[in-house]
């Protein structure tokens, strides 16, 4: 699921890094349900929630990353999933 992400985090911080802005950053993104992915959403503001069922990875989890603007207009992430045992140790 968090590779499924990756790409939304890198077109959120490109966009971010070209308006100066997490505003818009996210609009027009939109998470296809393919594989391990069950559904998901980018907001305007470049929030990424992207989630799983028991049926493709064998639990329900969900992983929500959210961007922040750090010094010199750098996008830090910030990751928090459900359950926890089941999300990546950076979402921990």
Same mark, same amino acid.
């Given at each position: 699921?968090?590779? &499924? &992400?990756?790409?939304?985090? %890198?077109?959120?911080?490109?966009?971010?890094?070209?308006?100066?802005?997490?505003?818009? *950053?996210?609009?027009?993104?939109?998470?296809?349900?393919? /594989?391990?992915?069950?559904?998901?959403?980018?907001?305007?503001?470049?929030? =990424?929630?992207? &989630? /799983? %069922? *028991?049926?493709?990875? /064998?639990?329900?989890? %969900?992983?929500?990353?959210?961007?922040?603007?750090?010094?010199?207009? %750098?996008?830090?992430?910030?990751? =928090? /999933?459900?359950?926890?045992?089941?999300?990546? *140790? *950076?979402?921990?």
């Amino acid at each position: 699921l968090m590779l &499924a &992400a990756s790409s939304f985090k %890198t077109s959120v911080a490109e966009k971010a890094a070209t308006d100066n802005s997490l505003t818009s *950053a996210g609009v027009g993104l939109t998470v296809s349900v393919v /594989g391990k992915v069950t559904s998901g959403s980018v907001t305007d503001a470049g929030v =990424i929630l992207i &989630a /799983g %069922t *028991a049926a493709t990875v /064998g639990t329900a989890v %969900t992983l929500t990353l959210t961007p922040s603007l750090g010094a010199g207009g %750098t996008v830090v992430w910030s990751c =928090i /999933g459900t359950p926890t045992k089941f999300v990546p *140790a *950076a979402c921990r």
